[in-house]
């Protein structure tokens, strides 16, 4: 069976900390596709990242960064200096290779204090 | 590319009444679409799927005389929530993916906020 866990429900920072969020999942697919999306309070997903089951390397975006490691079965997202506008819902998500099932997390409600 | 839009943005109707919400692709054409519904503060969860031109594929527990799905082309699809009750208030999120979709990909709708009085 196909399952995310996002075991952090909510988080608090203070502007300028980095924060980690954590993501676990489940499948016994060989090919996969793990997401990161945001949703601001405006409910629209922002995509985030995409990462197929074959690259592990790790990623980095301008303060967003990722860790995938297939040996933990972990996609962890780490936010370097936080702002205020990082305040947000985070999902996770596990997509199967024929792209018709999106299994997402619980969601980590970040706030980031000014 | 790949933007995909949803009408309403928000929604407010009585109880009893039905509702109908579009999703469409604006910049390619959407052989698959799905529904996902999102209560206050949790996940979102997969309602149905709908190929163009085919019946819609509901999951198990969506009532599909209560959901009325149509994608009557390649570019729209709608979700029509019938005698809607204060219990079908949520957020619905439409996605889309197309034929020639890299990775088949699903682009997400910017979605719809249901409110039933």
């Known amino acids: 069976a196909q399952k995310v866990t996002q075991a952090q429900t909510e988080i608090s920072v203070v502007e300028k900390e980095d924060v980690t969020l954590d993501c676990v999942y489940e499948?016994?697919?060989?090919?996969?596709?793990l997401f990161w999306y945001k949703q601001p309070p405006s409910g629209e997903l922002v995509f985030l990242i995409r990462?197929?089951?074959?690259?592990?390397q790790n990623e980095i975006s301008g303060r967003y960064s990722w860790n995938f490691q297939k040996s933990t079965s972990s996609f962890n997202f780490t936010i370097t200096a936080s702002q205020v506008v990082d305040s947000a819902v985070y999902f996770c998500?596990?997509?199967?290779?024929?792209?018709?099932?999106?299994?997402f997390g619980t969601g980590t409600s970040l706030t980031v204090i000014p | 590319g790949a933007v995909v839009s949803q009408h309403p943005s928000w929604v407010i109707c009585k109880s009893g009444t039905s509702v109908k919400i579009e999703c469409r692709s604006l910049?390619?054409?959407?052989?698959?679409m799905f529904w996902y519904r999102q209560f206050p503060k949790q996940s979102l969860m997969l309602m149905a799927t709908?190929?163009?031109?085919?019946?819609?594929?509901?999951e198990q527990g969506v009532e599909k005389d209560k959901f009325l799905i149509n994608h009557a082309s390649l570019t729209l699809s709608t979700l029509t929530v019938t005698s809607a009750h204060p219990e079908d208030s949520s957020f619905y999120i439409c996605?889309?993916?197309?034929?020639?979709?890299?990775?088949?990909?699903?682009?997400f709708g910017p979605g719809t906020r249901l409110t039933v009085l």
């Open positions: 910049d390619f054409q959407a052989t698959t």
């Open positions: 996605s889309a993916r197309g034929a020639q979709s890299s990775y088949n990909e699903q682009f």
């Open positions: 998500a596990l997509r199967d290779w024929t792209g018709n099932q999106f299994y």
């Open positions: 499948t016994r697919d060989t090919t996969y596709y």
């Open positions: 709908s190929n163009e031109g085919s019946k819609a594929t509901y």
């Open positions: 990462r197929n089951s074959f690259d592990e």
